[in-house]
């Protein structure tokens, strides 16, 4: 059986970020004069559990996996992209590995687990001797895009044995999968980053469109988009894993990147046409989804660099505050007059013009303070 330190047993710490943009505005939301500290607890406990049963022979715990908070979440999300990810094949991943049985499928990676389950607790030791310098880089990363007086208090549960490498959230908590950062700290921070914000993103952006798969689809390109440009994992040397996967992904999105606008605009001329259900899913799980390199995801960045750019920091902010999927219509203004941008569709340039832009009260700002 796998020992844990008593002082691994729970890894948590916090992350104290201090939110330094320069956001005004008609609201007092954009109007605080001292910023409010973001925070953030990253915990291990789940991942040391984990890693304490494998090929340790013994049964697991059905029933506190069935009710695991972050378990559940896990599922929850992968699930909109592949049916075979529940609860029953998970606890069988999970027997297999106690067992120290590789699978065939290895659909939640325990065969990667069961390989390096030391080095994955060295990792996690890592994590804790690391606090300082997460906090200060993280600082860095998001603050810029963080309104003046926004509150956050974020809870970020280290896992391991997921389906795909990366990170999800759910509100104001999120999930990073550690076997695929493989010792790559500066991946880790930029991991972590690209995820803090998406809960930031939930304080202050305006609420995701329920019905409308059109408007979903826009919002969510927006949200990762963002997020993506924001931690930025192209501004980072090569050499550790997570990183060069990430560069790679974003290396073979932007040379595909108007095939990208393209397929955009095909699944806004489908959605409009087949506005039903399991219409967003089908589109959801090509163009968000890690299977095809996540393809909406190079769109999203391309068009937030692009506004942010041409715009006051301050209205790009309140604008997501006010009306996220508004920026396609700026962009759609930036392209007539610069024909080397890539190209927003007929079909997406047709939905844009029948829908009501929300951003009134960011138009009379024309510079940051």
């Known amino acids: 059986m796998l020992k844990v330190s008593n002082h691994l047993r729970q890894v948590t710490f916090l992350l104290s970020l201090a939110c330094l943009s320069s956001v005004v505005g008609n609201s007092s939301e954009f109007g605080a004069e001292q910023p409010a500290p973001l925070s953030l607890l990253l915990k291990t406990d789940l991942s040391l559990q984990i890693l304490s049963e494998v090929c340790t022979g013994k049964p697991i715990d059905e029933f506190e996996i069935r009710r695991s908070k972050p378990i559940l979440a896990m599922l929850t999300h992968f699930s909109q992209f592949r049916d075979y990810f529940t609860m029953d094949t998970y606890i069988l991943a999970r027997k297999q590995a106690a067992n120290c049985e590789k699978s065939s499928r290895n659909i939640y990676r325990f065969n990667e687990v069961i390989d ?33 007086g926004l509150s956050y208090s974020g809870t970020a549960t280290v896992m391991i044995g997921t389906p795909s490498c990366g990170g999800w959230a759910k509100g104001r908590d999120f999930y990073l999968d550690l076997p695929c950062i493989k010792g790559d700290e500066q991946g880790m921070l930029y991991l972590i980053a690209h995820e803090s914000y998406h809960g930031i993103q939930n304080e202050f952006f305006a609420d995701r469109p329920k019905k409308d798969g059109p408007a979903k689809l826009l919002d969510a390109i927006v949200r990762e988009g963002s997020a993506t440009a924001i931690a930025d994992f192209s501004t980072l040397p090569a050499g550790g894993y997570y990183t060069d996967l990430s560069q790679r992904i974003l290396q073979k999105n932007s040379r595909r990147v108007q095939s990208n606008f393209d397929l955009l605009d095909l699944a806004i001329l489908y959605l409009t046409r087949k506005n039903q259900a399991g219409a967003y899913e089908k589109v959801n799980s ?20 692009a506004v942010d750019q041409k715009l006051p920091r301050a209205k790009l902010l309140c604008i997501l505050h006010s009306d996220p999927a508004a920026i396609f219509s700026l962009y759609a203004s930036f392209q007539k ?15 844009l013009s029948t829908r009501p832009l929300k951003m009134t009260a960011c138009e009379t700002i024309e510079s940051d303070p």
Do not use: C, W
């Open 286 to 305: 090509i163009g968000l989804s890690g299977s095809f390199d996540s393809p909406f995801y190079s769109v999203g960045v391309t068009i937030f660099k």
């Open 337 to 351: 007059q610069d024909d080397t941008l890539p190209q927003l569709g007929p079909a997406l340039l047709g939905y």
């Open 116 to 148: 390096h389950k030391d080095s994955l607790l060295d990792q996690l030791r890592s994590i804790k001797e690391n606090q300082q310098s997460l906090s200060i880089n993280m600082t860095n990363i998001v603050s810029p895009y963080t309104p003046d």
